[in-house]
């Protein structure tokens, strides 16, 4: 196998490669004297976004509800549409719902929000807020993305309403059929 390599290496006018099974007897000597580069921090590949107040901004969809969302450190507030998350999401699945990026982020109380949502019902608006928390956390702390993103609060979920058909009661119902 060498004298094949040797021989290619000649007629290239190159010095042939060492062979791969065959051992480097300097090698162990080369890797101790080479200075080893100090180990830098996993810097993130991606800026803070913020506005002049100091806050993050994003959009978030679900659905047909549209949130804009406005993310500041302060005592875990979340205001909606000029109401408290409370009053505004009266059920609790609903409110555990917008704080899923809070969980997995380990932020819980330490952010303030502030989010105007349009369109949709309310479960689609608590999507659409958790999609723009997300965001805009990602977008203050890029160094949550990677937790974010693996939770797949990130991505917007593209399921929607199917349309409906004509010759059909709705998308996929058909009319009752009478047999006689």
Do not use: C
Request: glycine share 8%.
């Amino acid at each position: 196998m060498s004298d094949t390599r040797e021989s290619i290496a000649d007629q290239l006018g190159t010095t042939p490669a060492p062979a791969a099974d065959a051992p480097a007897a300097d090698a162990p000597a080369a890797e101790a004297s080479a200075p080893q580069p100090p180990a830098q921090e996993q810097a993130p590949l991606r800026e803070q976004q913020l506005d002049k107040y100091g806050r993050a901004y994003a959009t978030g969809r679900r659905k047909d509800a549209v949130a804009r969302v406005w993310l500041k450190p302060g005592s875990g507030k979340i205001e909606v549409n000029g109401r408290d998350q409370e009053t505004y999401f009266a059920r609790p699945t609903l409110r555990l719902v917008i704080n899923q990026p809070f969980d997995v982020s380990d932020r819980n109380g330490q952010y303030d929000v502030v989010a105007t949502v349009k369109g949709g019902g309310l479960s689609g608006q608590a999507g659409a807020v958790k999609h723009g928390i997300a965001q805009a956390l990602s977008r203050f702390e890029p160094a949550l993305r990677a937790a974010v993103k693996q939770a797949g609060f990130l991505t917007r979920d593209p399921r929607v309403v199917e349309r409906k058909k004509y010759g059909r009661a709705k998308a996929r119902r058909s009319f009752q059929f009478s047999k006689r």
